[in-house]
């Protein structure tokens, strides 16, 4: 409570005095004006508005959240002229195309790095990234609502706290969900009740990565990586103090939430290559508040029980910028309660989680002249979570999990060549009715990417070798329904490789890839032992679970059209040991197909345990852009996915049905409209115990109103979604037995940056 009066105390301040403003985004890279060589370090800043980052080792730069209207560049490095330039914001993405700056052998500048540099691969394959006004338009609380229209991802969701990604027919522990490039701590990928532990309203940058590069993140990357960043660039570093605010409301829930950051930037004394002090920023503190409360969500034909939430969130972090490196350090702590609406196979009242995760980072970056690699980082994590299981009305908790997460990551970057590894170590406690024994998992990895271009071809490579140990602890298994003489240490060692083309002609590129994955069965696919009471099950797990191992391969071609672009993808991937929960016996024996617990009509749960299967999961994609004129931008994009159980000879089940999406944009500066039509078509590919989905149609609106101050950017986003309160159901939800998806719904947001 005393987080959420802070939080509407800095908002009341921030908000005094407001007037409305635009967004841009301006990108460039910069060259050595000789041989056109990228330059690596250049120092890019808006000098009037106080913002600033640094060239990538390819020499891209991106800032975002800019006003309309006259900007002024400054771009400097050691030993280079400096280059200032005018320019006019009038549209959503600004290309300065090549920087080129001239040797300057008599004015020596200082080279300031601030910021985590990545490789920058080219844009392989499928790789989507999603940031400013893309973002904010469409900005969901949820980070799978919020992608919902981007290409291949779907929603699988259980009331409107719990809604996660599907990726291409992944979900779960198939792909990975980072933050930074490194994992969230918390628990969202082992079961569809347990929501993932951020909020979407303080996140500004979401990509999706695929093919050789997703390696660098992880082993589970079947489906792809999604990560996001709590802002568009880590190379981001302000010379006055900056304040950013999101406030919103939403009809459907009677919802509201806000954000607010602060950046304060303190000058000190730096020595440059001709010793002497100059004033730079040299330290940077950060500050945020979140707070979001909603009540039960509404859908046509009634209101959906038991699914109200209530989100806190605080951070800070402290940045010391040397002359060539970096050293950040945050703690962040979120406190989130969140219903799931009843079920008669289950507790009929619902079911109430709660949510407790703290986390303290540690991130070194420095410039480095080693063996042809140019930058060196350091990533440590330690992240504390816990979450209980309540039914309704009772103070006791039936199921408790928790763990603490401590991973420490290295990696270094060059022109063509990346290398890193990674330690991490989980500590996994289950209470309550929950007798998963406890569980200690290490985990050490090697990795690296390998990009060579010639001409117009680029390839990569990439590998990552992985040993986990998993141990659980033996001493309670007595009380457990699992065969003890089966519970013991687990060694898996993973290899996985992948291979990417891709060449470019004037109008054409085409993209192709391969990869060799492989996933260790997670703790509760091996150890699992209790009722799972949001998701309604007792699940059971499998310790002799094998390595789920696929081979995949993909391929796209991009063809562009006068102004626009035409891009068909297609892929397809085989798993000879696909890991799948699946009911025990018939569903009619009492003890061995369910058992006693519960307060529904029946009181009873069915008991699942996990197996290995032959299974394969392809499909293909298509997106189009064409811009009708200045005015007019269409967008059009189709996703289809197939899902084959090959043991039993059936489809699999919880794969999404195929879609189809069309966006309308409209810019009429100081106004932007778009209108959304989606059509779903019905999913009659069944898997065991599925129902028939019928498919629906709807109708999506969103504007913003932009207008700018010379020092503030404003932002006012109004959303109107399912246009008509078309009654609809979502075949990835988990309770569309009960309830349809959400009704009619208005959103107001308003976002403020000074």
């Given amino acids: 409570m005393k987080l959420r009066q802070a939080y509407w105390a800095m908002s009341f301040l921030c908000l005094a005095g407001i007037l409305l403003s635009d967004q841009a985004t301006i990108t460039g890279i910069v060259v050595d004006n000789k041989n056109q060589n990228p330059i690596h370090g250049a120092d890019v800043y808006l000098e009037k508005l106080g913002i600033g980052t640094t060239s990538q080792v390819n020499g891209q730069f991106t800032i975002d959240q800019i006003p309309y209207g006259e900007v002024y560049i400054k771009v400097s490095m050691m030993g280079f002229k400096t280059v200032k330039r005018s320019i006019s914001i009038e549209k959503r993405t600004y290309d300065l195309g090549l920087v080129s700056m001239a040797k ?65 027919g992944y979900t779960g522990d198939r792909f990975l969900l980072t933050e930074n490039g490194i994992t969230t701590g918390d628990l969202s990928n082992t079961a569809i009740d347990h929501a993932i532990s951020f909020d979407m309203a303080s996140f500004n940058n979401v990509r999706i990565v695929r093919g050789p590069e997703a390696l660098l993140y992880g082993c589970n990357t079947i489906g792809g990586v999604i990560d996001v960043s709590r802002q568009s660039s880590l190379d981001l570093r302000f010379k006055r103090v900056s304040v950013s605010s999101l406030i919103g409301s939403k009809s459907s829930n009677n919802g509201a939430f806000g954000n607010v950051t602060v950046h304060l930037p303190i000058k000190g004394a730096i020595l440059d290559n001709d010793y002497e002090l100059k004033s730079t920023v040299k330290h940077q503190f950060k500050f945020s508040l979140l707070s979001r409360n909603a009540d039960n969500q509404t859908t046509p034909i009634g209101v959906l029980d038991n699914t109200g939430l209530s989100n806190d969130e605080l951070g800070i972090s402290y940045t010391f910028f040397g002359s060539s490196h970096r050293t950040t350090m945050s703690y962040e702590q979120l406190k989130m309660d969140y219903g799931l609406p009843g079920s008669p196979e289950g507790h009929i009242d619902g079911v109430n989680l709660k949510m407790d995760k703290h986390s303290q980072k540690l991130n070194h970056h420095r410039d480095i002249s080693f063996l042809g690699f140019q930058t060196f980082d350091l990533d440590q994590r330690f992240i504390n979570y816990n979450h209980s299981e309540y039914v309704t009305g009772s103070n006791f908790a039936s199921v408790s999990m928790g763990q603490n997460l401590f991973s420490l990551q290295g990696k270094l970057v060059g022109d063509q060549l990346t290398l890193g590894s990674l330690f991490q170590y989980r ?47 033996t001493s309670f298994l007595f009380m457990s329904n699992l065969d003890e003489s089966k519970i013991r240490k687990r060694d898996f060692t993973i290899f996985t490789g992948s291979a990417g083309l891709f060449r470019t002609w004037d109008n054409l590129d085409i993209s192709l890839a391969t990869m060799i994955a492989g996933r260790a069965p997670d703790l509760d696919e091996l150890y699992s032992d209790g009722p ?174 932009t207008m700018h101050s010379s020092k503030m950017t404003h932002k006012l986003i109004v959303q109107l979604d399912n246009v008509f309160n078309e009654v609809y159901y979502n075949h990835l939800s988990r309770i569309k037995s009960i309830m349809p998806e959400e009704e009619r719904c208005l959103s107001i947001q308003y976002r403020l940056i000074f």
């Fill in 104 to 168: 300057d052998t008599i004015a020596i500048k200082e080279i300031i790095v601030d910021a985590h540099h990545e490789l920058k691969p080219q844009q392989l394959l499928s790789n989507i990234s999603v940031s400013g006004s893309r973002l904010h338009d469409n900005l969901k609380s949820t980070l799978a609502m919020t992608l919902e229209q981007e290409t291949g991802v779907f929603v699988q969701t259980m009331g409107q706290a719990v809604a996660k990604p599907v990726l291409r």
């Fill in 427 to 473: 500590d996994f406690r289950a209470g309550g009715f929950y007798w998963t024994p406890d569980t200690e998992e290490i985990r050490v990895s090697i990795f690296g990417l390998f990009q060579k271009k010639v001409n117009k071809t680029t390839l990569q490579l990439s590998s990552r070798v992985e040993h986990l140990s998993v141990v659980p602890e």
């Fill in 532 to 705: 799972h009471l949001g998701t309604y099950s007792y699940e059971i797990g499998q310790p002799d679970l094998d390595l789920e191992r696929t081979i995949g391969i993909e391929g796209s071609v991009d063809y562009s059209i006068i102004k626009g672009q035409i891009k068909l993808t297609g892929y397809y991937n085989y798993s000879p040991n696909y890991h799948i929960s699946t009911a025990l016996g018939n569903r009619y024996e009492p003890g061995a197909d369910w058992i006693e617990w519960g307060s529904g009509s029946s009181g009873w749960l069915y008991k699942y345990q996990m197996k290995g299967l032959e299974a394969q999961i392809f499909g293909w994609e298509s997106d189009i852009m064409l811009p009708i004129n200045k005015t007019i931008n269409l967008v059009g994009s189709a996703s289809v996915v197939r899902g084959k159980n090959l043991s039993q000879d059936r489809d699999l089940e919880y794969m999404p049905p195929d879609k189809i999406q069309l966006l309308t944009e409209f810019d009429f500066k100081p106004l932007d409209v778009g209108l959304n039509i989606k059509k779903v078509f019905p999913q009659t590919r069944l898997g065991e115990f599925e129902t028939k989905t019928e498919g629906f149609s709807l109708l999506d609106l969103h504007a913003s109103y």
